[in-house]
């Protein structure tokens, strides 16, 4: 079974919740999908067994030796990323898009495409079972699809290593990579806070389950911060027929945890975020082969 | 005819692929000869536009049918165009042979 | 395009979202419009943006921000193929067998590769396609916010943002709410600014995010500064951080119930709270003076 954990933004305590549910399974696959900013391993500290290179696109690159400073590429990139300057031609990395054109069109094939490859995804083991991440180097673009090779490395590890349940950390906001976690999972938990920029995030994201047919349901993290809209937010929740599985308090345990490279449920088990995010896993794995513990 | 299903490996053993597009194998089986061969997906590791280079790669293979467990909103027009049956499973956990099976 | 100079350029940003980054930046923004700045804030955050939930303002322009897709002519077509080989983003759907070729607009990057592939026969022309809007909001004369707004399912933000900073020439100070991450949406906003000020949180995945974003400006060569948002939980580790790499620690902000609750409800805190106003104004003060004068020389 595959749960993934997703909020509408960043910030609004996603991966504690995450962190947490880990820590309730006897033995789990942890996908840290988050791949623009990976930070589950910082608490789990997993000893890694498997290192591997993402290519996530080309850049164009001049050979200075070949190249004449014809200048007969400019023209040709319609995105601003060759310059002639004191009659040389140069190529911005930055502004490339990887099209290739310039390489095609070049007189003196004085320009080639390189792999950017600074981004990775690792695997190992954590005290809780195994555990899959990604992490795209800054800049570098294509974040769906690492997050596709995250997934596919963590179901294959769960079949080989017999472990029933797959948890997915997405991440924020709605666009291609937190598509590429979403599709296909089995339960989607979005995680939100009592703002009125929170509320917009969770429709959106919302939004985005329903439009794939994926059973849903929403925690809301820090209700205490402000009560009136965290009961906004589940009147909304009750007339989307959405499950609030959760309303948890503010509580400076859940940052003391992090510091102490802990979740919550392993660093207060008897604090009552512990126990409601307890409830709240048994109440979405309910009906699972395995659930939590 | 020829029946593509998209494959999570290359042998009648392992599980039908949930995602078209970024299948790793397609099984290509033909009705008349009963004959069964794996192709790798080469579209699966495009950094966009997974979906349609595959379709591209099936219609190529002459491919009439399709099984797999979901299909995008780029990909499904095409298929009809090209006049492409799809068949939707739900729930990977079918193996390639249980859905030959379906057509012997 | 004008050539006007740009105002002295601020880019606030965060390695995650959520660390109070659109907090700082419309705070900031607010406060310069009361120290009687022409100040513009651009929100750069194209997929989300949320800037102006908490700043407001009246419509005053909206510029559609496009790209050149091409069409294909079936009655020129050889189905030769040339366009699809040249076209490195899949955007060309072409089954030679089934005389099939079709554009995926969604997919084009509009490159043009595929019009120069196809120039010996001529069967491609070129139209505008929408890639987002560019909307212009204004608070009083000389205060404005741009807002950069992408088309839902556009693969890439980069040139509606790149629009919106362009467009932000008219005034002395431009204020950028950067996206989150260091993707490249966020490299394209901080390369356009003179200083960066990194909001972080003292916590174990606060670092780490910052110590990402602190090494990609330190790689393209951006001074910047840090805001610690939500002092007071987490560790001191951060501080040690600041001061073994001699990065200035721009603001502490302590975590604060009635903070939060500002916050949430769409409030901006230096409005409410003159102390505060006070603050953000020496923030800006110290920036300009260690970093506004060796960057307008150029
Ligand atoms: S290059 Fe031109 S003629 Fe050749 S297939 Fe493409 S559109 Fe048709
Ligand atoms: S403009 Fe570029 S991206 Fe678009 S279809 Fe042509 S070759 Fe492909």
Redesign the pocket.
Known sequence: MELAVISGKGGTGKSSVSAAFASLHERIVLADCDVDAANLFLLFNPVNDEEMVFVSGHKAVIDREKCTDCGHCVSYCRFDAIDVRNDEVWINEIACDGCELCARVCPEEAIAMVPEADSRMYSGSFRKGKMVYGRLAPGEENSGRLVDLVRKQAKEIAKKENIATILLDGPPGIGCPVLSTITGVDHVVIVTEPTLSGLHDLKRAVELTHNYDIPTSVIINKYDLNEAIALQIKAYCSFEGLMVVAMLPFDRRVVEAMVHCKSIVEYAPDSEVSKLLQSACKKITHGWAVGCV | MKVAISATGDTVESSVDSRFGRCSFFAIFDTDTHNVKFITNTAAESSQGAGPAAVQLLAGNQVQQVVSGEFGMKVKPLLEQLSIKMLNLQNGQHTILDVLKQFK | MNNKKPGFTIAVASGKGGTGKTFISTNLFNTLQKYSYKVTLVDCDAEEPNARQFTGGKKVSTKLVTQLVPV?DES?????????EYCTYNA?F?VKEARM?RVLDDLCHGCGA?TV??EP?G??HEKEDELGTVNHYEITPGVTVVEARTKVGVHSSVKVVKEAIRSAYDADVVVLDSPPGTSCPFIQTVASADFVVLVTEPTPFGMSDLKQSVETLRHMGKPCGVIVNRAGLGTNEVYDYLSSEQLPLLMNIPFDRSIARIYSEGNLLTEQDDGWQMQFNLMYNLITERYGISCNKW
Do not use: H, P, T
């Open positions: 294909i020129k077509c050889v189905y030769c193929g040339k366009c699809f060309i072409f070729i595929c592939a196809c026969y069967a491609i």
